[in-house]
């Protein structure tokens, strides 16, 4: 995240994107799915098609916001967009790009069966108070320069509060995060939350109202293959 942590990592990405090209010029994939990260699937795409190989793009770059200009490396390198929002299909149709909307999988989690008085009670919160998530993110980098101006600008909401029963503030704690990370997140809290009833949760995708991720399988077009897709079944490899 930001300049400075790129530059001091690219010589590893540089390394690391030259053995993927290797890898890929000696045994190249039947069909190439790219995910999201354009700075290097750009690169790639251009690598792949040089090398005859159908590439497939899921998750979109926001052109449609910024950087439109990049539009052109998706009309000579992507062979379908497989893109998550509706309106991002008719944008790439109009620019001449195959794309198909295939839903976002956030949208069809399945709803949790843990009440709110369940909730609270689990975790220590008030079922009648208005809660707010705090959500500094899940690198640790990024905690430690989130959190504390997310901490601060909770307690001027809370002073503010104009509803007599209060707020009470959700900080979950990232799966992702090891025992180490997690007292750091605890440690900035006690820090730079003095003051605000704040519950630090571990299993924020068991207990909450929110499910954890999954990966949702969407059901299989009837229209006829396209062009570029492989007649026999392709060969997934590891690159």
């Known amino acids: 995240m930001g300049l400075t942590e790129v530059v001091r990592h690219l010589p590893r990405i540089w390394r690391e994107f030259r053995k993927l090209k290797r890898a890929i010029r000696q045994d190249p ?8 990260f354009p700075e290097i699937h750009f690169r790639l795409a251009s690598e792949l098609h040089r090398l005859g190989v159908p590439v497939v793009y899921f998750v979109s770059p926001q052109l449609w916001a910024w950087k439109k200009k990049r539009i ?4 000579k390198y992507i062979d379908k967009m497989l893109v998550i929002f ?7 149709l109009e ?3 195959e794309a198909e909307f295939v839903g976002h999988p956030l949208a ?3 709803p949790s069966s843990v009440s709110r008085a369940e909730f609270a009670a689990a975790n220590g919160l008030h079922p009648e108070k208005t809660w707010i998530g705090l959500l500094p ?9 989130l959190l504390p101006e997310i901490l601060r600008a909770a307690r001027q909401l809370a002073a503010q509060a104009c509803e007599p029963a209060g707020f009470e503030f959700i900080l979950p704690l990232a799966p992702t995060l090891n025992a180490a990370q997690r007292d750091e997140v605890r440690r900035l809290a006690e820090a730079h939350g003095a003051g605000l009833t704040l519950r630090l949760i571990n299993d924020i995708g068991a207990k909450a109202q929110l499910a954890p991720p999954q990966v949702v399988p969407t059901p299989r077009s009837s229209t006829p293959a396209p062009r570029w897709w492989p007649a026999a079944r392709p060969r997934w490899k590891r690159l």
């Open 86 to 92: 509706p309106f991002e299909e008719p944008f790439y």
């Open 95 to 97: 620019q001449g790009v």
């Open 137 to 145: 993110g899940s690198r640790p980098k990024e905690i430690r320069d």
């Open 108 to 110: 069809e989690l399945a």
């Open 72 to 75: 052109r490396l998706v009309q």
């Open 29 to 36: 994939p039947s069909v190439a799915v790219l995910i999201d």
